[in-house]
């Protein structure tokens, strides 16, 4: 090569990457813990709403079948709570929930951009797998290279540091 060949290639910055602190297993559980105390408090009151309507009605605990029809629509609307509390919060432009933004870290993709909504569906309904596999699927963060559990790799996720 010619020296101004050298030259040019010398001066050539290759574009800044994506290098991520990633998000280890403690912070990640501190911040479960918190989204657990929020999750909690919503369903507390929606419990409280629940049970009031049934003391206020005492002739509907006498059957089984009308208690079961308020019951299982509870359970639906607090699986379809947290799942729009984690997908809706994990795709924003916050890219977490109110847990991941108190200890500091984020939600991504492979190159560091922000999630959509169906990258955090897949994330939160990955999650459900993880946690049936005896949890093993949460404690891979604690062993994996890039901090992922198995619902990170499923959904093609990374939680970093926020810079």
Do not use: C
Not at 12 to 26: D, K, L, N, T
Not at 42 to 69: C, K, R
């Amino acid at each position: 090569m010619s020296e101004n060949t050298d030259l040019i290639l010398d001066d050539f910055e290759a574009p800044q990457s994506f290098r991520p602190e990633y998000a280890g297993f403690w912070i990640r559980v501190a911040a479960y813990l918190i989204d657990s105390i929020v999750i909690q408090v919503a369903t507390s009151i929606l419990m409280f709403i629940f049970m009031g309507s049934l003391f206020l009605n005492p002739e509907s605990m006498e059957n089984p079948d009308q208690v079961l029809g308020r019951v299982l629509p509870l359970y639906v609307i607090l699986i379809v709570g947290s799942w729009l509390y984690y997908a809706l919060m994990e795709s924003s432009a916050q890219q977490g929930t109110l847990g991941k933004m108190a200890v500091g870290i984020k939600v991504t993709d492979m190159d560091g951009a922000r999630i959509s909504f169906g990258n955090a569906t897949g994330r939160f309904f990955g999650k459900m797998i993880s946690g049936l596999i005896l949890g093993v699927g949460y404690l891979m963060v604690a062993f994996t290279d890039k901090k992922q559990g198995l619902h990170d790799m499923m959904a093609g996720t990374l939680v970093v540091q926020k810079r």
